[in-house]
T-cell receptor
Framework: AQKVTQAQTEISVVEKEDVTLDCVYETRDTTYYLFWYKQPPSGELVFLIRRNSFDEQNEISGRYSWNFQKSTSSFNFTITASQVVDSAVYFCALSEINQAGTALIFGKGTTLSVSS | DTGVSQNPRHKITKRGQNVTFRCDPISEHNRLYWYRQTLGQGPEFLTYFQNEAQLEKSRLLSDRFSAERPKGSFSTLEIQRTEQGDSAMYLC????????????FGPGTRLLVL
């Protein structure tokens, strides 16, 4: 069965610290997609990144970077030089290409608090 | 570019009442999804439409829940005879058709059943 585990429930850091959010997934499919979403206090889920299972290249976008390792079924997210505006709940999600409708399977989320 | 919109943003109702939520997807998107999110949890899939056809329903979608997308544009989610356990955030998302296209979410409707 498909599953996404975000073991870190809450993380607190001080501004300018680097922080890594962990995501471990389970799937029997060889073709799948992984996503990260941010949910600020307003409640709307904001899309951050989408990666497919064939592309293990790490990605960097500004202060954000993602490390995808199929060998350990992990898709970790690092924020460099964190800012107060990064405070939010972050969700990792999985979608299998063969699953009808490609519904997203979410982890329970990691609440990140960045203090000044 | 207009994003996904949902109305109302908040709804308080008494147990046993019916409620209806509306979702307007991004205009070019053929697929529309409904999810439910309870406190401290990630969103859970409820159902999805491709154009006007409802193609999949989760086991979470009990008989009291019904969703429609009559003209393949906006969608409504109705909950009949609400129960306190229905209290949650109801999220709508839309995407292009095709394998695992990125889903873009609306702001959600927060339901509180008293």
């Amino acid at each position: 069965a498909q599953k996404v585990t975000q073991a870190q429930t809450e993380i607190s850091v001080v501004e300018k610290e680097d922080v890594t959010l962990d995501c471990v997934y389970e799937t029997r499919d060889t073709t799948y997609y992984l996503f990260w979403y941010k949910q600020p206090p307003s409640g709307e889920l904001v899309f951050l990144i989408r990666r497919n299972s064939f592309d293990e290249q790490n990605e960097i976008s500004g202060r954000y970077s993602w490390n995808f390792q199929k060998s350990t079924s992990s898709f970790n997210f690092t924020i460099t030089a964190s800012q107060v505006v990064d405070s939010a709940v972050y969700f990792c999600a999985l979608s299998e290409i063969n699953q009808a409708g490609t519904a997203l399977i979410f982890g329970k989320g990691t609440t990140l608090s960045v203090s000044s | 570019d207009t994003g996904v919109s949902q109305n109302p943003r908040h709804k308080i109702t008494k147990r046993g009442q019916n409620v209806t939520f509306r979702c307007d997807p991004i205009s070019e998107h053929n697929r529309l999804y409904w999810y439910r999110q309870t406190l401290g949890q990630g969103p859970e899939f409820l159902t999805y439409f491709q154009n006007e056809a409802q193609l999949e329903k989760s086991r979470l979608l009990s008989d009291r829940f019904s969703a429609e997308r009559p003209k393949g544009s906006f969608s409504t989610l109705e909950i009949q005879r609400t129960e306190q356990g229905d209290s949650a955030m109801y999220l709508c998302a839309s995407s292009y058709t095709g394998g695992a296209k990125t889903q873009y979410f609306g702001p959600g409707t927060r339901l509180l059943v008293l």
